[in-house]
């Protein structure tokens, strides 16, 4: 299930490869990884993760609920990284939101090595967004007055995973090129992992086929 923001943080990673910058004559020139909404369009409980036309060099980041979090952080701050080279990278964003800080933090990682470390969002801490969460991969979940699937993502992920808690460099830097296993009826392991799309049902070469995503 799907939850975030709370004492214990957010991680989420993902493999990504897009070809070239975002082309706005025929892509969206707000293109979307992941959308999370807990349904309620009053009391917003939101985590998205995009790529802007003219800024492919870094992630824009938003956690919010109800009036609390950070909207469109740049991840990392400075860009200046390598995004839409038609290469896979593994990223990874682990989201410290605890109670002993003034504001959210986030770990940033390529390729299972941090680059950026308690990136400072200057936004408010986010209370535990629990429920009925809905989200999207690659295309927007909820945006007042924009129809539910915009900012359609011209790109490849695979390996998507969404965990509830922060991620440590331990963790994130010796599995983020293995799978991840889950527990059995006997042993628990791995319970803090919310979502997880490993996306290995392969491709047909057939387009009205590979059209939908299967896992």
Request: glycine share 12%; with cysteine.
């Amino acid at each position: 299930n799907l939850e975030f923001g709370g004492e214990s943080g957010t991680t989420i990673e993902f493999f990504f490869k897009k070809d070239a910058p975002i082309n706005i004559a025929v892509e969206s020139p707000t293109q979307v990884i992941f959308d999370a909404w807990n349904g309620d369009a009053v009391s917003v409980g939101q985590f998205r993760i995009q790529l802007v036309d003219g800024s492919e060099d870094r992630f824009f980041v938003t956690m919010v609920s109800g009036g609390a979090g950070f909207t469109n952080v740049q991840v990392p701050t400075t860009g200046n990284i390598t995004i839409c080279d038609g290469e896979w990278r593994h990223f990874a964003m682990a989201i410290d939101n605890s109670s002993t800080l003034s504001n959210p933090l986030i770990d940033f990682y390529v390729d299972g090595k941090c680059v950026s470390t308690g990136l400072d969002t200057l936004g408010t801490l986010v209370g535990e967004v629990t429920g009925t969460m809905i989200a999207n991969i690659g295309a927007l979940r909820y945006f007042p007055g924009v129809p539910e699937g915009s900012g359609k993502l011209s790109g490849s992920i695979d390996e998507f995973r969404f965990w509830k808690t922060k991620r440590n460099p331990e963790e994130i830097g010796r599995h983020w090129f293995d799978n991840v296993n889950g527990g059995t009826d006997k042993y628990s392991a791995n319970i803090d992992l919310g979502v997880y799309y490993p996306f290995n049902e392969g491709i047909t070469a057939t387009a009205s086929v590979d059209s939908v995503v299967l896992d």
